[in-house]
């Protein structure tokens, strides 16, 4: 039993603290990230089987944060805005050229992030030249270039 | 908030969601001071050794006090120091009980006792060859195996004992 309680904590405490940490946290994945992705993953391993070693106690682990995801998928799929709360929405970051400030803010994206983004999927490197920029629920951010230009 | 709605045109197959934009921010902004609130709460001692985690307590006529950490977390070592100072009698029993045994594994005693048994569920060291009219001290390495709060109970020879409360984050 002490597995599964183990499981199910370590799993909420990630998405609580993930939640936190905001949508595009670790989505860049410098080499620090990466580093400290590795750390994490670390510490969560000794909390998750603390002093079991077996196929079994592993068994368990996998099994229930397993079942928790699928749980947290069937309540993001039938209950009205769950999947927003956890998932975050879609956020619309530029219009025509123009930054939704008020929302740049909120999620904690700058110009530069959009830059970057356009830069990288579309090689564009002027604002003015973004039709949309969209947050998306994973944290990427899609790029519609202006038609004109495109 | 209103102008938020107001620029944002609807684009085919994005729903926008102003509720769950403003919970993400607060999530944020909350979650931030919260995260520092915890963190602040483990310097000083809330989760394991620290300010308000070390203690010191002793007995009625002074003859035994014990050092050891009100927080503690599971499976993890904590020290548990037992002092007699001045104590002027040899043998010494020392009588370590309450639920100490059933919560915790003793992993070192030092020093060593020249005798050590379980009596009624308490765990019992004698030392023979203790220096009178010196302070006595005894170290106890333990592991808590179990979560939660329990009372751990000290006393030496017929004195006056002591009890003193833990708590073991899981």
Redesign the interface.
Known sequence: MEMILRAVAIYLILLVVFKIAGRRALLQMTSFDLILLLIISEATQQALLGEDFSVTGAMLTIITLVVIDMLFGVAKKYISGAESMLDGSPVILVVHGELQNDKLKKVDVSCDDILVSARQNHGIYQLEKIKYAILERNGHISIIPEESES | MA??KE???P?PG????H???????N??RF??I??LLIITAALSGLFSGGYFSDATKNNAGNSLAVEYQRFGRL?SPVELKITLPGQNSAPLTLRIGGEYMARTQTDNIWPQPDEMHSEGGELVLVYQAAKTHNDFTVWLYTTPEQPGKFVTRVSVNNQPGLSFWQFIY?
């Open positions: 102008n938020v620029k944002s045109p684009l994005v729903k926008q969601s509720a769950a934009l403003q919970f993400e921010y999530a944020r979650g931030f919260l995260l499976l899981p």
